[in-house]
């Protein structure tokens, strides 16, 4: 699975034309620890310059698809293709690439400026070569001189920098990222995650960016590869997943769960869970519903309207996460604080577009 010249000569992000062929291949990938398969056939491909970020639950594979790719695990069958050539029999220092673990992994005994140096000193760069490179990196993370200190000393956040700097001075050609964020609170995330993405355009760096929250997968990535127990689920952009999610799985890891059973009923009408619902393309036979809590308002404006009972309001800042239970569904909305809602234990009507609102999944 070569990528077509055309495929792969533009750089996604800046439409730039690059003139060889460039970037990542996977190409059926399995793995297996005993009797426990772990990667199933994954193929995918990251273009030169992209932000590709793994997504899926703990557990499915991620951390290993990493380690085949550095070279340091080998896979049962299948090829990594890097700028078109196997890297079978590769050692994983000719490779190139950097690996970021979640536990960062700086020495605590070394100085920052040592932990930068330590891959240079590793790829034999001279001693001026080390200082530039240390200064331009320290530089491009925006650490100021004073607080280049003893590492043990330094914030989480500052850490996270450093060991970003650490693994990026040797010029990897590929950045893989493994759960970088993993151990930051909500707030220091977003800011470090706009301050990475940031970074990253700036070099124009190919990178695969690991995680299991969905919110940092769409923050930073150009596009989404969605990995469920060794299998991959759906490839896109971030607005193309969310859309459309592929299977009631994606859309449930994607925060989308508002699902619920339906039938066809008469013509043009569906039978669900929340009572008869008009469905102007029908259902061909039962399948999973999905409302989506973007394409619902309060009130009768919209063509359907559904009444039920509102069960808790929780404040979350600019939204209200709401629970609204219609006949035996609970279904959950975020809604802009600024809605006008009844209190907990009152009616309250919700309308929306079926045709936009809702999404079919024929699933077994
Ligand atoms: P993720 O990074 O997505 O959380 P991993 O790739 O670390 O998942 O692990 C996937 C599965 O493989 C898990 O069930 C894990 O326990 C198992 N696993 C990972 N490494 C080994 C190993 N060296 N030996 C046996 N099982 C392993
Ligand atoms: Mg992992």
Redesign the pocket.
């Known amino acids: 699975m070569i990528l077509p010249p055309d495929a792969s000569t533009q750089n996604i992000r800046t439409g730039m034309e690059r003139v060889i062929l460039q970037g990542l291949d996977l190409n059926n990938i399995h793995k297996s620890?005993?009797e426990?398969k772990?990667?199933a056939g994954v193929s995918f491909e990251v273009r030169h310059g992209e932000i590709l970020a793994l997504l899926?639950?703990?557990?499915?594979?991620?951390?290993?698809?990493?380690?085949i790719i550095a070279g340091l695990?080998e896979a049962d069958s299948g090829q990594v293709i890097w700028n078109s050539s196997s890297l079978e029999n590769v050692p994983p220092y000719q490779r190139r690439f950097g690996l970021m673990f979640q536990d960062l992994a700086l020495f605590p005994h070394l100085s920052v400026e040592k932990n930068i140096a330590f891959g240079l000193e590793m790829d034999g760069w001279g001693e001026t070569g080390i200082e530039n490179r240390v200064q331009e990196m320290l530089e491009l993370i925006n650490l100021p001189a004073e607080k280049i200190r003893d590492v043990s000393t330094l914030s989480g956040g500052e850490k996270q920098r450093i060991a970003l700097a650490r693994t990026l001075a040797p010029m990897p050609e590929l950045l893989m990222l493994?759960?970088p964020l993993g151990a930051t609170d909500r707030t220091l995330r977003e800011a470090l995650l706009l301050d990475l993405r940031l970074i990253l355009e700036k070099l124009d760096q190919t990178v695969i960016y690991?995680t299991?929250d969905q919110e940092e997968a769409f923050a930073i990535a150009d596009r989404v590869v969605i990995?469920e127990a060794?299998n991959i689920r759906q490839i896109g952009t971030p607005r193309e997943v969310y859309q459309h999610p592929s299977s009631t799985f994606v859309a449930r890891f994607l925060g989308l769960h508002n699902l619920f059973k339906a039938e066809p009923s008469a013509q043009h009408i569906i039978h669900t869970d929340l009572g008869e619902i008009p469905f102007p393309s029908g259902l061909k036979k039962p399948a999973v519903v999905l409302l989506r809590p973007d394409s619902v308002q309060t009130g009768t404006t919209g063509p359907v309207t559904l009444e039920g009972e509102l069960t808790a309001c929780s404040f979350r800042g600019s939204i209200c996460r709401t629970t609204i239970r219609i006949n035996k569904q609970t279904l959950l909305f975020d809604f802009p604080i600024s809605t006008d809602l009844p209190d907990p234990g009152n009616r309250i009507q919700i309308s929306f577009n079926p045709s936009t609102a809702l999404q079919v999944f024929y699933e077994d």
């Open positions: 620890f005993g426990k772990v990667l899926g639950p703990s557990g499915c594979g991620k951390s290993t698809l990493l380690s695990l493994d759960e690991v299991h990995l060794g």
